[in-house]
């Protein structure tokens, strides 16, 4: 979630009105993201890198970020079709390597936490299929788009607005 851009509320979803631009009230923090994010990304397949976001952001609730990372795969080069079948993994894992499934579900392991900790057997499986350095990256990644939810979620961030190349 690394848009510069604003919106109103009321524009995009008057439902449920932006609480704060927190960005603008605290521009370190924000730079720091955007730095943060760019580094998390670094030698992450770019398709990849997408579902991972989107996944994070599904189980997040986080539409802004949706609306970004579903339009930056499609923009990558990403199927319709495996971004819409991105929530149901599980049942659609036909779609996705084994690589990619590994990724999958080591995301929802971080990002959801409800055990307290990520399974070994889901880091294993992670690690079976990306080297020490790439998993970490990938681990920073899970890290920082989770990151970006908590600021999307908690200051109501609206979706619609985004178009691919905004962000930093």
């Avoid at 036909?94 to 690589?99: D, G, I, L, M």
């Avoid at 920082?144 to 985004?162: D, E, L, Q, S």
């Amino acid at each position: 979630m690394t848009t510069t851009e604003t919106t109103t509320a009321v524009e995009y979803a008057p439902e449920h009105p932006a609480r704060l631009n927190w960005a603008q009230h605290v521009p370190e923090v924000y730079k720091a993201m955007i730095r943060l994010d760019a580094a998390a990304r670094k030698g992450i397949d770019p398709r990849l890198g997408e579902l991972v976001k989107i996944r994070a952001s599904q189980l997040n609730h986080c539409a802004f970020c949706l609306d970004m990372h579903t339009k930056d795969a499609l923009a990558a080069g990403e199927s319709v079709e495996r971004i819409v079948q991105l929530s149901a993994w599980e049942e659609s894992a036909h779609f996705y390597t084994p690589k990619e499934l590994a990724a999958i579900e080591l995301t929802e392991a971080v990002t959801v936490l409800t055990d307290g900790f990520v399974p070994d057997e889901v880091y294993a499986k992670a690690a079976k299929h990306f080297e020490e350095a790439e998993l970490a990256q990938l681990i920073a990644a899970i890290t920082v788009i989770n990151a970006w939810n908590r600021f999307g979620v908690t200051c109501r961030m609206a979706p619609g607005h985004y178009q691919p190349g905004q962000h930093g």
